[in-house]
């Protein structure tokens, strides 16, 4: 990162640490990064989602995130190309090429500008149904493969409003440096999507479940929760279950050998659903 300015290099590694406390839950912390990847790299939408079965040849959609619909752009073009991707996964030239290279274990960085130089790719029915119509122009995108399978890849893509420059060479360093950082993560302090998440759990268990990793005893989760401890300990086994532990000391061993963080953002209220099913 040593050409980029010092304050991209904060923001990135502020950023990493931000996703590494929201570590043990894919969707939380793949939501915060596109988050903190619009605002790093002035991105009006961005995705990110988990797909397996590369090298087999059959698609499966493990989960996604996606954003920036708030700033009125249309998100009917994006549940568009989710719907083309659901129905054939190889329909786009550039995503074929993406899944080659993270099956063959690189990092697919692209830009459509590079795909598509002579704009051809603007004048088909793809990109009006999609780009265009959710009112953005330039992408930056990257495949690459993740730690929990050999046939799992980890997609993060990013859109500018069509009224805005497209991204400088700089911007698409800095992605590219995101990229770098954050793939050795997945599968280890970054969950991947096939992993058991704490928000699957109810959001009283989930106040229980974080009371444990903090190392309080049952009487003391049920002063604090106002629960009884008959409770606290049928929610205990609950989230033993859930994670498929024995007990206490293994649960503790899986968040400590993973680097996963003590954030706990799922810990109380309902947590909001923000993985992307492929619309019929």
Avoid at 196 to 221: F, M, N, S, W
Wanted: proline share 4%; charged share 25%.
């Amino acid at each position: 990162m040593s050409s980029l300015p010092s304050k991209a290099v904060r923001g990135v590694f502020e950023l990493i640490g931000e996703c590494r406390e929201l570590g043990d839950d894919a969707s939380l912390w793949a939501n915060h990064l596109c988050r903190g990847m619009a605002q790093l790299l002035d991105a009006d939408v961005t995705a990110a989602g988990q797909i397996g079965g590369i090298t087999r040849g059959s698609i499966e959609n493990l989960g996604a995130v996606d954003g920036g619909w708030e700033r009125g752009f249309n998100r009917d073009g994006w549940l568009n190309a989710l719907r083309t991707f659901g129905e054939n996964p190889f329909y786009h030239p550039c995503m074929v090429q993406g899944y080659q290279m993270a099956a063959a274990g690189a990092t697919c960085v692209r830009q459509l500008a590079i795909y598509d130089p002579d704009g051809d790719w603007r004048r088909t029915e793809d990109y009006e149904r999609t780009t265009q119509l959710m009112g953005c122009e330039d992408e930056l995108f990257s495949f690459f493969r993740i730690a929990t399978g050999i046939d799992d890849i980890q997609g993060l893509l990013l859109y500018r409003d069509a009224r805005k420059p497209a991204f400088s060479e700089e911007e698409r360093a800095l992605f590219r440096e995101i990229v770098d950082v954050v793939q050795p993560l997945i599968g280890g302090p970054l969950a991947g999507y096939r992993e058991i998440r704490p928000t699957q759990l109810p959001p009283r268990v989930r106040q229980v479940l974080a009371c444990l990793l903090e190392g309080d005893g049952d009487k003391q989760i049920a002063s604090r929760l106002k629960l009884s401890v008959y409770t606290v300990r049928q929610y205990a086994k609950q989230i033993y279950r859930h994670f498929h532990v024995d007990g206490r000391n293994e649960l503790m061993a899986r968040w400590i050998k993973r680097a996963w963080g003590a954030k706990f953002a799922w810990r109380s209220g309902e947590v909001p659903e923000v993985v992307v099913e492929v619309p019929a």
